[in-house]
């Protein structure tokens, strides 16, 4: 099975990114983002690049500026995350052959972001959308849409969500924050990886 779980892991610091992005291979997770607000983002996305970027996807999160999609491209990572809607974001990254996942709320910016060429959209603050926020906007967007509920979505609500039409999730920090250990990781990815399947699988 495929699993749809981006993980994010805000705050990593360079000198652990690559063990972090081991564990979770290990557990089954294959997308990984580290979001610009951490302690020397690039040089981790980088580090985790080369280490891992023959078998997993690997890029930044909360980039804002095409300056940063630039930067992405430059240090090997292939997906870009976004909390907001830019199309200027989304069109460099289409253009540099990268992956483009923006955030949403609305119905108006989730088709403005599909104009502009994203991959797929990012549904966040999942907590304040919702389930059943998410299963209208889902009835009016293309049929063949990714979507993915971030924040507030997690093992505890996977069936919901997959119920209002979600084909995966990031995963923050019900997976990782500063400070966990690599034990913690491992066991937190274990939990979700057995949920998501046994959702996702039927």
């Known amino acids: 099975m495929t699993?749809?779980?981006?993980?994010?892991?805000?705050?990593?610091?360079?000198?652990?990114?690559?063990?972090?992005?081991?564990?979770?291979?290990?557990?089954g997770i294959t997308k990984i983002e580290v979001?610009?607000?951490?302690?020397?983002p690039f040089e981790s996305i980088e580090r985790i690049?080369?280490?891992?970027?023959?078998?997993?996807?690997?890029?930044?999160?909360?980039?804002?500026?095409?300056?940063?999609?630039?930067?992405?491209h430059d240090i090997g990572g292939?997906?870009?995350?976004?909390?907001?809607?830019?199309?200027?974001?989304?069109?460099?990254?289409?253009?540099?052959?990268?992956?483009?996942?923006?955030?949403?709320m609305t119905p108006s910016e989730c088709?403005?972001?599909l104009r502009a060429g994203a991959d797929g959209l990012k549904f966040f603050p999942g907590n304040l959308i919702g389930p059943a926020g998410m299963k209208a906007i889902r009835a009016v967007l293309p049929r063949e849409t990714e979507v993915l509920a971030v924040g507030g979505a997690g093992p505890e609500n996977f069936a919901e969500w997959k119920e209002a039409g979600a084909n995966g999730?990031?995963?923050?920090?019900?997976?990782?924050?500063p400070g966990?250990?690599?034990?913690?990781?491992?066991?937190?990815?274990?939990?979700?990886v057995a949920l998501y399947d046994q959702v996702y699988a039927t």
Request: net charge neutral; with cysteine.
């Open 3 to 27: 699993r749809n779980i981006i993980a994010i892991l805000r705050g990593v610091r360079p000198d652990e990114a690559v063990d972090m992005a081991s564990v979770l291979l290990g557990s």
């Open 35 to 40: 979001p610009l607000n951490s302690p020397n």
């Open 49 to 72: 690049v080369h280490a891992f970027g023959d078998q997993a996807l690997i890029g930044a999160g909360t980039v804002l500026e095409v300056e940063e999609v630039h930067r992405v």
């Open 78 to 104: 292939k997906l870009v995350v976004s909390p907001n809607c830019d199309p200027a974001v989304i069109k460099a990254t289409k253009m540099a052959g990268l992956l483009s996942y923006p955030g949403v």
């Open 111 to 113: 088709f403005a972001a």
């Open 169 to 177: 999730f990031g995963i923050g920090s019900a997976l990782y924050k």
């Open 180 to 192: 966990s250990s690599l034990a913690d990781v491992q066991s937190r990815a274990a939990h979700i």
